[in-house]
C-alpha cells in the first residue's frame, strides 16, 4: 500500500510544480506601468522642462508631483506608454484629452519635444 501512496504524492508534487511553473511572470497586465530608470527620469524631464504648462486644467508639475488619484495614474500610466513605445502621439494626445479636458496643446507639445531629446527616438 505504500508505494501507491508515495506515487500518488510524486504526482501531486509533479502537478504542482508545473502549475506554479505556468505562473511565471505573466500575471502582470500587460498595460502596467513599468517602471525603468528612463521612464521616471522623462517624467522629471517633463516636470522641468513643461511643468507650468497645463493639462487638465492644472500645471503638469502639480499633476506629477502633488496630486494623488486617478488623474496622477492616469498620466503616469499614459506617459509611461508614451515613453515605451506602445503608444504613439496621436493615441496619446486623443487619451489625455479624453480624460483631462482642457487645452493641453502648449503642454502637448513640450512633451512631445522633450520625447525628441531621448536617443533612438
Known amino acids: 500500500m505504500s508505494p501507491p501512496n508515495s506515487i500518488l504524492a510524486m504526482l501531486l508534487a509533479s502537478l504542482t510544480l508545473l502549475a506554479l511553473a505556468g505562473c511565471g511572470g505573466t500575471l502582470v497586465a500587460p498595460d502596467s506601468l513599468v517602471e525603468d530608470a528612463g521612464d521616471e527620469a522623462f517624467v522629471d524631464q517633463l516636470v522641468k522642462a513643461c511643468g507650468k504648462r497645463e493639462l487638465g486644467r492644472q500645471p503638469l508639475n502639480y499633476l506629477v508631483q502633488v496630486e494623488t488619484g486617478d488623474a ?8 509611461s506608454k508614451l515613453y515605451f513605445g506602445r503608444i504613439d502621439r496621436q493615441g496619446y494626445a486623443s487619451n489625455l484629452n479624453t480624460f483631462l479636458p482642457g487645452d493641453n496643446q502648449d503642454a502637448l507639445k513640450c512633451i512631445f519635444a522633450q520625447l525628441d531629446q531621448v536617443p533612438g527616438r
Not at 72 to 79: A, G
Open 72 to 79: 496622477n495614474i492616469y498620466f503616469i500610466d499614459q506617459t
